[in-house]
């Protein structure tokens, strides 16, 4: 274990007594051993706390925190970060799980890849090549948006990232909902990332995710566009600007898109509200009309 590096096992806490010991659970039943458990409750009204305590009462390598006042998702998850002392950082929230194997294997991949600032796992086989594999900043987004083989869109459960980057980075910047696809963006405008497989970490779907009220509002998934399209324009990304034009354009239409279909699917309110935010013209709006109408028609 002496050669090994130590990994600090981010876990946020609100509400998660009915998930949380088999997320715990998880972790402890790991075949890589040097990793350190820090568990960041923000002000659980349920039996969370004690039930996290209990495990730290039985192993040292967990650790609870307790937050003064409720931080939200992304500001807790730097919370815990502030007590991490691994060389890799590895979020699993208290209603996720990871595979016994998932840290042996995250770590396996990123050691290969020295220079890397962080990894994503949980991706579909490339029909080229095996994973895992290292993209340069430029190859990542040109992957993510000229290629249409999404990477950015990963949760924190499908990271592992270099502790000492992350910070240098200045951590997530709290945008709710936004926040992970905000942090690989930034990430990859000057670190490599390391691409790897599927079944490294478990991800609950539940009633109680914040995630089942965000899919019935179309203005949530749109401002995923309207963040890309502000990346895109960021003097530090790292494509060039033939590419950039491209990617607008696409985006352009994109926004189009969703604002003629909420016709269908949402209320014209939240039409006009989409419309707005979206910056374009009517004449931008039209031809993205038309194109849905005859795929409908096809």
């Not at 009633?207 to 749109?222: G, H, L, V, W």
């Amino acid at each position: 274990m002496e050669n090994q590096p130590l990994v600090s096992v981010l876990m946020t806490v609100y509400n998660r007594e009915k998930y949380i010991a088999e997320a715990i659970e998880s972790v402890l039943a790991s075949t890589y051993q040097n990793w350190e458990l820090i568990i960041v409750d923000d002000r659980s009204k349920d039996s969370s706390v004690e039930i996290a305590k209990r495990y730290e009462s039985k192993d040292k390598r967990v650790r609870v925190y307790i937050n003064e006042v409720n931080l939200g998702d992304y500001p807790n998850r730097n919370q815990a970060a502030s007590y991490a002392k691994g060389k890799y950082l590895k979020y699993v929230d208290a209603d996720d799980m990871i595979y016994p194997y998932g840290l042996e294997q995250l770590v396996f991949n990123m050691e290969q890849f020295p220079e890397a600032g962080y990894g994503l796992c949980t991706l579909n086989q490339d029909k080229d090549r095996i994973f895992p594999f290292e993209l340069s900043p430029r190859e990542a987004y040109v992957r993510h948006y000229l290629k249409r083989k999404a990477i950015f869109i990963k949760a924190p459960l499908s990271s592992i990232i270099n502790r000492e980057i992350f910070f240098e980075q200045g951590q997530f910047s709290g945008k709710r909902m936004l926040g992970d696809f905000e942090m690989w963006h930034k990430l990859s405008q000057t670190c490599s990332v390391v691409l790897m497989q599927q079944g490294i970490t478990w991800y609950r779907e539940h009633d109680e995710q914040e995630m089942s009220t965000y899919k019935a509002d179309p203005m949530q998934p749109f401002q995923y566009i309207l963040l890309a399209e502000k990346i895109i324009t960021d003097v530090k990304t790292p494509l060039k600007d033939s590419e950039k034009t491209t990617i607008l354009k696409w985006l352009k239409m994109r926004k189009a898109r969703s604002v003629t279909s909420s016709l269908k699917h949402s209320s014209l309110k939240k039409t006009i509200e989409l419309y707005k935010a979206s910056g374009l013209s009517l004449i931008n709006i039209i031809p993205a009309f038309f194109s849905i109408i005859k795929e409908k028609s096809l």
